[in-house]
């Protein structure tokens, strides 16, 4: 809910308030459908982070920013046991003695034994030095670090950045390589997205808009969280919860023709009807026009003799969906 002038006037500060340009507004559209998450941005949201890109673009500059979404391809990457931690002793790996595995080998004489000890000592010296060396110390923590994989955060104030709750809006904004704040003043530096996942054939595409599978043809499409890593590796994210057979009990209705047909969209490139209103319906009436010549009646006519009129066709039409029963606008109750 947008806050009334009065309360702004309150806040110690000055609201400013600035139009982006169509470019800018081209830019984060272009960039969002790239990135899947154009479905849930509505007009204000791109609008917000074109108006950042802009700010970054005259305080900052470009040449940091991305110009399209780097993900590289799927990669399984198998968690590779390390010889070697960071802050853990590891115990060296004593070598079998062959004698041990000889049979029939005659026995040694008794100065053996002690040559033995005198190395088993130099290899207890060996451990504890080896030991001493594995702790993680103030000295040795950025090289720990490197060794753990992480990275050293920078905590330079952004010039420009944005203050969203919105995870479409975050993982835009991130993608493109502007600065993002939270509500409670904390920098968000993980980059989430959503790409579309076939759950017969596993091909994903990134475009958003798509309602059936690009290679096996199915609507069998599920929507899947993905998250780039440092290395490039795109890692998914599935959910628990198992596939449920809702909708897809019931048997599909017979397709019926005619002029305003409503049928069930079964393939991406099916034939569909216009499903327009009639000439009359669309016929609006301007007193006020000084162009406007009054006719028969100064009153606006209504088309409700056609079939058009009679289904209740107007230019709302083609945002009405269908149940997988073919019926529209009815709910019906599961005993």
Same mark, same amino acid.
């Given at each position: 809910m947008v806050p009334p002038l009065k309360d702004l006037a309150f806040l110690p500060y000055e609201v400013k308030v600035k139009e982006p340009f169509a470019e800018s507004i081209k830019f984060v559209t272009d960039f969002s459908k790239k990135t899947g998450d154009y479905p849930s941005l509505s007009a204000t949201d791109i609008r917000v982070m074109a108006l950042t890109y802009e @700010?970054?673009? $005259?305080? !900052? &500059?470009?040449?940091? /920013?991305?110009?399209?979404?780097?993900?590289?391809?799927?990669?399984?990457? &198998?968690?590779?046991?390390?010889?070697?931690i960071a802050g853990f002793h590891m115990p060296i790996k004593q070598k079998k003695n062959k004698e041990e595995d000889g049979e029939g080998e005659k026995e040694k004489p008794e100065q053996e034994p002690e040559e033995e000890v005198e190395s088993a000592e130099s290899e207890e010296e060996e451990e504890s030095e080896d030991d001493d060396g594995g702790w993680i110390t103030p000295s040795n923590l950025k090289e720990a670090q490197g060794k753990l994989g992480e990275t050293e955060i920078n905590d330079d104030v952004p010039t420009v950045?944005?203050?969203?709750? =919105? @995870? *479409?809006?975050?993982? !835009? /904004?991130? $993608? +493109? #390589?502007?600065? /993002? !704040?939270? *509500? =409670? #003043?904390?920098l968000i530096r993980n980059v989430r997205t959503y790409i579309l996942r076939c759950y017969a054939c596993f091909k994903t595409t990134t475009i958003m808009t798509k309602k059936f599978c690009p290679k096996c043809g199915n609507k069998t499409l599920k929507r899947v969280a993905v998250t780039l890593n440092e290395d490039g590796t795109l890692e998914m994210y599935f959910s628990r919860r198992p596939l449920t057979a809702r909708g897809k009990q019931q048997n599909l209705p017979t397709p019926k023709g005619g002029k305003h047909a409503k049928n069930q969209i079964r393939c991406e490139d099916q034939p569909m009807p216009q499903q327009r209103a009639t000439r009359l319906a669309r016929a609006k009436n301007n007193p006020l026009d000084p162009d406007y010549i009054a006719g028969m009646s100064p009153f606006a006519t209504r088309d409700t003799n056609s079939r058009a *009129?009679? /289904? #209740? +066709?107007n230019s709302s039409w083609s945002k009405r969906g269908l149940d997988n029963t073919g019926v529209a606008g009815k709910y019906r109750k599961h005993k």
């Open positions: @700010f970054e673009n $005259q305080l !900052v &500059g470009t040449e940091h /920013l991305k110009k399209e979404p780097e993900i590289n391809k799927t990669s399984s990457v &198998g968690s590779k046991n390390e010889t070697q950045a944005c203050v969203t709750s =919105d @995870f *479409a809006m975050q993982n !835009v /904004l991130r $993608q +493109i #390589g502007l600065s /993002l !704040v939270s *509500a =409670d #003043g904390k *009129a009679m /289904l #209740g +066709i």
